[in-house]
């Protein structure tokens, strides 16, 4: 196992690698991660877009295929390096299987790409096998396993949790290059650190698997509001009505549909604090949390649960964790005791790494490639 560094790079003296990632769903942010290594040429593929993808961000190495269309742009071209969704992004495992294979039929050391992954998937084996029947759980890990050592040459985790997750599991590939790089970004660049209000933030798909009825309840019992502070929510899902309906009943809510990538930076420079309580719902919980990562890019103090990769570095950094299962009266505690003791912006930015994870997670598939395929 590479605890990788900071330092780690790509090949300096070799031509740009060809990289191709295999995506089954995008989202706009998917885009915004800045400074793809020098090391690669990269090509984006993916099959469907999420409901928040803004297609005027769309960048030119960006295309839409098919399954077939992915295969056919794997065997047709020479890649260097063929990134696809991690093994145990269960819905995705077709996908997985079918560019996997393809990967594998290009003959010759040269030929064949290296086939790597990001992970980032944190519930164990049983949570997410939770629909199989119990005879037939045995038989789901070892083909997850078998998948895993035939088409991945190496897996990097974007997480502690989920390492340990693979490693409970022995899904991974023999001998295989694994590294943990945390899913974290950088300060954001774009975004200036303008004075914080007294405003807490909760992003996300209005639904109950992301905690937003149980902050509704524990914040009408905080009084925060007689305070100065309000609760700004942003998204769009099967409890939007509830969320218009606490809006409309408390002043100190403040409920703004669905943002586009402009505002929903400009929400993140304003709040003092980002709130994602989400909770377990059948075999999902949090991986790592989207407004979690973007929320420290911009400077704000975090209140999240103990189900997110993070948690364990939040904790060690002045944030807020709360039990996955927590109660309204923990969630209303740890609501006012984020208000008071919040860091400052700028102390939350210098606990941030100078590159983003998955940026040095690449680099470091680069350099791991050309020594694994020499």
């Not at 009825?213 to 925060?224: K, M, P, Q, V």
């Not at 949090?286 to 979690?292: A, D, S």
């Not at 649960?305 to 944030?319: E, R």
Request: aromatic share 6%.
């Amino acid at each position: 196992m590479d605890e990788a560094g900071p330092e780690e790079s790509g090949p300096a003296a070799t031509d740009r690698l060809r990289l191709l990632r295999v995506i089954p769903e995008v989202r706009t942010s998917n885009f915004e991660v800045d400074g793809t290594p020098r090391a690669y040429a990269e090509t984006i593929s993916y099959i469907h877009r999420k409901s928040d993808f803004d297609a005027a961000a769309l960048p030119s190495n960006v295309i839409q295929l098919s399954h077939l269309g992915i295969v056919r742009k794997i065997l047709s071209e020479h890649w260097d390096i063929v990134e696809l969704p991690e093994p145990l992004w269960l819905r995705a495992l077709p996908l997985s299987v079918v560019a996997g294979v393809a990967a594998r039929l290009k003959v010759g050391r040269q030929s064949r790409p290296w086939v790597t992954t990001y992970t980032i998937e944190n519930s164990p084996f049983e949570a997410l096998a939770s629909g199989v029947l119990q005879r037939v759980k045995p038989l789901a890990r070892a083909a997850i396993r078998c998948i895993s050592r035939t088409f991945y040459d190496q897996l990097i985790y974007g997480s502690d949790a989920s390492r340990l997750v693979y490693a409970k599991n022995g899904f991974g590939p023999d001998g295989g290059v694994e590294a943990v790089f945390p899913k974290m970004q950088k300060p954001c660049d774009g975004c200036a650190l303008a004075e914080k209000e007294k405003r807490i933030l909760f992003l996300g798909v209005l639904e109950n698997r992301k905690g937003v009825l149980s902050l509704l309840r524990a914040w009408a019992t905080t009084g925060l509001g007689e305070e100065g502070w309000r609760l700004a929510i942003a998204g769009s899902g099967p409890l939007k009505t509830a969320v218009e309906a606490s809006a409309r009943d408390h002043e100190s809510i403040e409920y703004m549909g669905m943002l586009d990538r402009a505002s929903t930076h400009r929400e993140l420079g304003r709040a003092a604090v980002v709130c994602l309580p989400s909770r377990r719902d059948g075999r999902w919980r949090e991986q790592i949390g989207l407004p979690v990562v973007e929320g420290l890019s911009h400077g704000c103090t975090i209140l999240a649960t103990s189900d997110s990769g993070l948690a364990p570095w939040l904790k060690q950094h002045g944030h807020q964790v709360v039990p996955h299962d927590s109660t309204v009266e923990q969630l209303a505690n740890s609501l006012i005791s984020v208000c008071k003791t919040r860091r400052v912006p700028a102390q939350v930015l210098e606990d941030l790494p100078r590159e983003d994870g998955v940026i040095r997670a690449r680099r470091y598939m680069a350099r791991t490639a050309v020594e694994g395929r020499c």
